[in-house]
């Protein structure tokens, strides 16, 4: 299995891309890149097996039922109360309301907050991830899934206090890695890792995406499917992080 991590910004600065191969219980970063613009994810993507995407997939239905229906004048003020509840509703997708209720923390919202800037790019680099045939299902069903990097690394026990802006914090953090998954080789492009919060990012994302195409997360419940595959679905790593390598073969 190959797996393509991506920390998706806005424009193609900030934005990077992580290829791990998996082969015989081993992993190895074949590929890091930063300043990706979509046919550069694009061609990364044609080499994985499956793909993550730091940025939300999609946006809550029910922000998508006001703004249209505010957009055509039909909004019943009734239903406009103002209060933090009903806000919540229309910030927050199902599947961040599922993994507030796992880590205590709210992912930052597609609604309200800049990522939504980020997701109107990411929309269209699905499109350009399957230009033929039916739109991929945000779910994660055709192989591309939402990640979610900080949360992956804090549920497998590390500290991700100011790894973002600290150049050492991401040395901690790597070598953290070092002693918890032995079987990862890093190589030469662990130093863009050091410099780069983006390609630290777009590592974890790899590593994320390869817990997901083993199915190990959460799936969406039967009552939750039809939402995920129009909002998008975080797939949070669940286990220890040595359960990506556990029990594999050489074609895992």
Known sequence: MDTLGIDLAAAPAGTAGALISWRNGEATLTDLRVGLDDADIVELADAADVVGIDCPLGWPDSFVAFVSAHAHGVTDPREVDGGPEWRRSLAYRVTDFVVHEKTNRWPLSVST????????????LLHRLRPDGPPLRRSGEDGVFEVYPGAALRGWGFDTRGYKTSHSARETLIGRLHAEAPWLTLGPLERLMVSSADAFDAVIASLATRAAGRGLFERPSTAHLEAARREGWIALPEGPLARLVRGTTDQD
């Open 113 to 124: 907050d800049r990522l939504g800037v980020t997701a109107l790019r990411c929309a269209g």
